[in-house]
C-alpha cells in the first residue's frame, strides 16, 4: 500500500496562484502609531498581487485611511483586525475592532471621500454585541490593481 505525500515534500508546494489565495491577517494594538505597520503589509500583500506602482500607492493610502478611521472608533486596549485577501474582482480588505460607539464611520468626512476615491468599492458597518453600548465595527475595501478607480 502506498503512502500519500505529505504537504511538506517539495513536489506538493502550493503553486503561486494557490498562496495568492490565502488570507493574509494582521492583529495588533488600535493605536496610531501602529498604522505604519498595516501599511507596511499592505505594500508587501499588493507588491505580490502584482498592482502597480500608482495602484500601491493608492491602496496603502486606503487601507491607512480605514485603519486611521477605526483607531479613533476604537475602544481602549483593543485591538485592529486587518485581513487581505485576493479574489478575481481585486483584493478585499477588511478592518475592524470593537468600538464603545456601535455606528460604522461617518461616509459624510474628508476621510470616507478618501476611501471611496481609492477603491473599487468600500462598505462600513457594526456588528453590535450582546448586552448592546459596544460593538465591532467594520470597513471592507476592494482595492484594484490597475488604477485607483
Known amino acids: 500500500m ?6 511538506s515534500s517539495a513536489s506538493s508546494k502550493p503553486t503561486l496562484d494557490e498562496l495568492l489565495e490565502e488570507p493574509v491577517e494582521l492583529r495588533l494594538p488600535a493605536m496610531a502609531e501602529q498604522i505604519p505597520l498595516v501599511r507596511m503589509l499592505t505594500h508587501g500583500v499588493v507588491s505580490r498581487a502584482d498592482f502597480g506602482l500608482d495602484a500601491i500607492a493608492d491602496a496603502k493610502m486606503a487601507v491607512d485611511e480605514a485603519c486611521a478611521q477605526l483607531v479613533q472608533l ?7 483586525h486587518c485581513r487581505f485577501v485576493q479574489a478575481a474582482d481585486g483584493l478585499h480588505v477588511v478592518v475592524s475592532t470593537r468600538s464603545n460607539d ?4 461617518s461616509d459624510r468626512t474628508f ?6 476615491t481609492l477603491s473599487r468599492s468600500v462598505t462600513a458597518h457594526c456588528d453590535v454585541l450582546p448586552g448592546g ?3 465591532i465595527v467594520t ?6 490593481p490597475g488604477t485607483s478607480a
Open 74 to 80: 476604537a475602544e481602549l486596549g483593543t485591538q485592529l
Open 111 to 116: 476621510g470616507w471621500h478618501v476611501l471611496t
Open 133 to 135: 453600548g459596544a460593538g
Open 2 to 7: 502506498e503512502e500519500p505525500q505529505s504537504r
Open 139 to 144: 470597513i471592507e475595501l476592494v482595492l484594484n
Open 102 to 105: 456601535p455606528r460604522p464611520p
